[in-house]
Structure formats: C-alpha cells, structure tokens
C-alpha cells in the first residue's frame, strides 16, 4: 500500500561496534570497567539486544569495525534472518581480524535498485597527480639512498616527512553505497556507509579520503536524489576535513598534487535537528593512546547532500540514561563509540 502522504521515511541506524581484536587489544583498565564484555559471546548477544529494537523499527543499518567471525558466522545471517539485505567491504589486516564494514536493509521496506562499492585508497591512486621529479631531485634522491646504506652516516641523515599517499595506500577503508526505491512511497534515494581511517593527525590523508568518498558517492546519487553518508568519520567538528564536507566557503586547504572533486555540499543531521554537533559520539579511555586524559568528542556523523535536504530530521546519539556522562565500553554500550540513530523524512 502506497504511503498516502507520498512522503518518504528513512529510518537509520550508525555505529562503530569496535572490532573485538582491538578490545582485546587494547586492555582497558578504567574505574568503571567491566571485562565481561570481553567474553565474544556476551559482547554479541548485547550488540544482538541494541540492534534488535532498530531492526524491528525496519532501519538501515550501518556498522563499523565488524570482526570477521562475526561476518561470517552470526552477524550477517543474523541479519538476512531479519529479511535484511546485507553488504560488507573487509579491511585486509590480520591484526585487526579483517574488521569490516556493513550497510543492510530490510527486503520488505526497500527495492534494491542498484549497489557499488569499492576501497577508497585504490580511487586515491587512480586519481593522484604525480609530477615528474626533476634530474637534481633524482641525483639528490639516490644520493640520499647510498648515504642511508652507511649506518655510521644514516643516522645524520634528515628523516623525510612520511608521504600521505604512502600512508593512503596502507588503508583498506571501503565506501558501500546502494540506491533503494522505497516500497511505500515508490521514492528512490541513496545511502552509504564509510570508515575513515584513524589518521586524524594527517589532515592530507584524511582530505584526501573525504574528498573521493563524498565525490565518488555524488556521482554514484545523480543530480536530485535524496543521499545519506554515514559513519566513523575520525574527525572533529570544524575541522579542515569537517569544513570541507560541509562548507565551500570554507574549502582553503590544499593537499599537494591532489586535484579537489567534491563540487557540492553535505549537512550533518544531527546538526539539523539540534543546531549543533553533539557533545561526543566517543569517551573513552586508554593511557598507553591518550596520556593523561580521556577522550571525548565527536567523530560519527550522518551527513545529508545539501540541494535536497529532508523537511523533517530527528537524530539521536545517547540511548539510554545509563550510558550518559559515562566512559566506554561497558555492558550498556559494549563499544567506544555511542550509536547514532533516527529518521529522514522527504515530503
């Protein structure tokens, strides 16, 4: 049956679970800390009970740092159980157990129309400008290379500064994007899900990342056609990378030898609705990362392309009052980042 007001309704859901390796990993040791939720199974059935109530909502679900057990073995039938079309993109670390990225939606809300995705880095590649180096800056460079095979003088040597696209070229971060009609209002819209690597102190790595999934998911979306991004982004709200997505007056800084692709606009949701970013999406803590204070800030993000923004948005970060003020993960929100949730009206 046709939704008589012919408006379109998205519900979303985003969340960075963080990948069980990197829990296990990390050792968290702070007041308040509960390792039960180092047990996988324990971890799931919570993951389980907080998707659960969004699922029966018929949201669309968009997950970060998925470890491969879960991909293969619960999660992902979990979800086509629920009558969700899922699709993910992995990360090729071993170290952090193939994390992945999942965007699934309900069969009986939505009409698959078509679905892309690709890793973000190897787009990089094919769109870097690479100068030809000059014959001094070559002599200059295998001279640099022979002195550096000389132990007593390699340690006189400058150390270079690492090259953002060698440093690009190690992040296996994927963009999922699909093009779905809903079934009650007959509209058609985009949605993506995307990881940014965590490089948030290489503003030309980060630029560079935002820039082709932005553009790449503008040209995917065609002109007009309502389109959502969201996901760990591992940026702070107006930041260089932040104000690039969000403001082209704003659009200053250059990375060297990259051409800029993004021609349009994105809004943030949740700053739609509430006028301002939340206060954090992730509070947490470890020493051996963040010295002598925890961290506390935003780094989830829906964002709408400006150009056809929905006329009614109602976005949330917090879940629960339990979780409220209080640093994670712990049993209530087993991850470092709090899930952000809500819906998307196109009238």
């Known amino acids: 049956m046709k939704n008589q007001s012919n408006s379109l309704h998205v519900k979303i859901f985003n969340w960075n679970i963080l990948a069980h390796t990197i829990l296990i990993r990390d050792k968290y040791t702070f007041d308040g800390y509960d390792n ?5 199974e324990t971890r799931y059935n919570i993951l389980l009970q907080i998707l659960s109530k969004h699922i029966k909502e018929k949201a669309i679900i968009g997950l970060q740092e998925v470890d491969s057990e879960l991909i293969y073995s619960k999660l992902t039938l979990w979800l086509e159980e629920q009558n969700y079309k899922v699709r993910w993109g992995p990360c090729n670390k071993r170290s952090n157990n193939y994390m992945a990225e999942i965007l699934a939606w309900p069969n009986d809300k939505y009409q698959t129309i078509e679905y892309s995705q690709f890793v973000l880095s190897d787009e990089i590649v094919n769109r870097h400008v690479y100068p ?6 070559k002599i200059f460079g295998w001279g640099k290379f022979m002195l550096k095979m000389v132990p007593i003088v390699n340690k006189w040597v400058p150390k270079e500064v690492e090259d953002p696209y060698v440093l690009a070229l190690d992040r296996m971060n994927w963009l999922l994007m699909a093009k779905l009609r809903d079934l009650e209002s007959g509209k058609e819209f985009v949605i993506s899900v995307i990881h940014m690597p965590c490089l948030f102190m290489n ?67 949740y700053a739609l609705d509430h006028g301002e970013e939340p206060e954090y999406t992730n509070y947490t803590y470890l020493p051996s990362k963040h010295g002598a204070e925890p961290f506390k800030g935003t780094l989830d993000y829906v964002f709408i392309r400006k150009g056809n923004l929905p006329s009614k948005v109602n976005m949330a970060v917090i879940p629960e009052e339990s979780i409220k003020g209080k640093l994670c993960p712990i049993p209530a ?9 809500g819906e998307l009206v196109w009238e």
Request: aromatic letters at 10%.
């Open 203 to 269: 503003d030309d790595v980060m630029m560079m990342f935002a820039d082709v999934a932005a553009a790449c998911l503008d040209e995917f979306a065609g002109e007009n056609m309502p389109t959502i991004l969201m996901g760990d982004f591992n940026i702070m709200p107006n930041s260089v990378v932040y104000n690039y997505i969000t403001d082209k007056s704003k659009r200053e800084y250059v990375v060297k030898d990259w051409e800029p692709l993004l021609k349009v606009e994105y809004s943030s949701a």
């Open 132 to 137: 030809e180096p000059s014959k001094l800056k």
């Open 333 to 341: 929100c087993p991850s470092d980042h709090l899930p952000m949730y």
């Open 36 to 40: 039960s939720i180092e047990a996988l």
